[in-house]
């Protein structure tokens, strides 16, 4: 059996360099409200410190430089189920640009690079992190049966 490596092909179908994307707008105000309310009665304390978090992580943002299809992933991931949070975008934006540097470091099968680009593309824009994760698992496996 013959076997196809590739490290280029690593990130193709996934995202293309491209212009810096935009940071969405989000009502922090609302969102900390929400917080700050989980629970019970509301606490000033947890809305202030989630403001703080909220604005320190806007400020953070908007000084990079992020993929669109990244920001387009994360936008989905820090609105789901609220009104959107950038501490929940940036966390999702520095969890998809450090599983993209990593895979930008790795020689991957091209059959398991195929099956994993499928699955991280699955229902969305495409996830550096789960396609990190299939890879991690799915040389497990190949391992595993002695290939």
Do not use: N
């Not at 387009?72 to 949070?85: D, L, P, R």
Request: net charge negative; proline share 3%.
């Amino acid at each position: 059996m013959m076997r196809v490596w590739g490290t280029m092909i690593l990130t193709a179908g996934l995202a293309a360099p491209v212009a810096a994307a935009e940071l969405p707008t989000f009502d922090s105000g609302a969102h900390c409200k929400e917080v700050a309310a989980f629970g019970g009665s509301p606490s000033y304390m947890v809305e202030r410190g989630c403001l703080d978090m909220e604005e320190s992580a806007k400020s953070i943002l908007s000084r990079k430089t992020i993929e669109p299809q990244i920001m387009e992933h994360c936008s989905q991931v820090a609105t789901f189920g609220s009104i959107g949070s950038y501490a929940t975008l940036k966390g999702c934006v520095d969890m998809e640009e450090a599983a993209k540097a990593t895979l930008s470091r790795r020689t991957v099968e091209a059959q398991i690079l195929t099956h994993c680009k499928q699955v991280a593309s699955f229902g969305g824009p495409g996830s550096y992190a789960t396609l990190l994760g299939c890879v991690d698992m799915e040389e497990q496996a190949r391992s595993g049966l002695g290939q």
